[in-house]
């Protein structure tokens, strides 16, 4: 009876050590990924070039994608880039080993005179761990469209 209390007080140790990193880990990815959406967000270059991964897809909801650093970092030159708003209000974050998925609902307001689009989109993301540092490795927003609203009626 004694191994079977002193068994399960160990389980539960790990448990709560277990659950304790993991919440770590997300709050390391939250970060990182708040970090990405300041630097986007204020056209930062520099700050970009080290939040990235090399092979970077970016998706966005219209259907293009930059593929690579070096595409992506080329789309955010002036005329390219600045936003009011720019954030992922994560709902939802997996952590898979050195791999982080995010879920959450996109908001943007572009700078000056373009006007805001008021479309619900919502946002999947990919984190990896390289060299200990959590980098924005893919994107995919999309619209946020009700069950059947996007189907068309077959002519």
């Given amino acids: 009876m004694k191994w079977i209390t002193v068994g399960t007080l160990i389980t539960a140790m790990c448990l709560v050590a277990s659950a304790q990193s993991n919440s770590d ?3 390391e990815v939250l970060a990182a990924q708040k970090r990405f959406y ?3 967000r204020d056209c930062d270059h520099e700050s970009m070039e080290q939040l990235v991964t ?12 930059h593929k690579g650093k070096a595409e992506f970092l080329e789309s955010l030159k002036p005329e390219g880039c600045g936003w009011d708003e720019l954030t992922v209000e994560v709902k939802d974050v997996r952590i898979y080993g ?13 700078k000056g ?4 689009l008021e479309l619900p989109l919502t946002a999947m993301q990919v984190f990896v761990k390289q060299n200990g540092r959590w980098l924005f490795a893919a994107n995919q927003t999309s619209e946020a469209v009700p069950m059947g609203a996007s189907v068309q009626p077959a002519d």
């Avoid at 090399?54 to 994608?65: C, I, M, R, T």
């Fill in 25 to 27: 880990v997300q709050d």
């Fill in 38 to 40: 300041e630097a986007y």
């Fill in 54 to 65: 090399e092979d970077l897809l970016y998706g966005f909801s219209v259907g293009f994608v």
């Fill in 98 to 110: 050195d791999t982080a998925v995010l879920l959450g609902d996109f908001h943007y307001d572009p």
């Fill in 113 to 116: 005179d373009t006007p805001r």
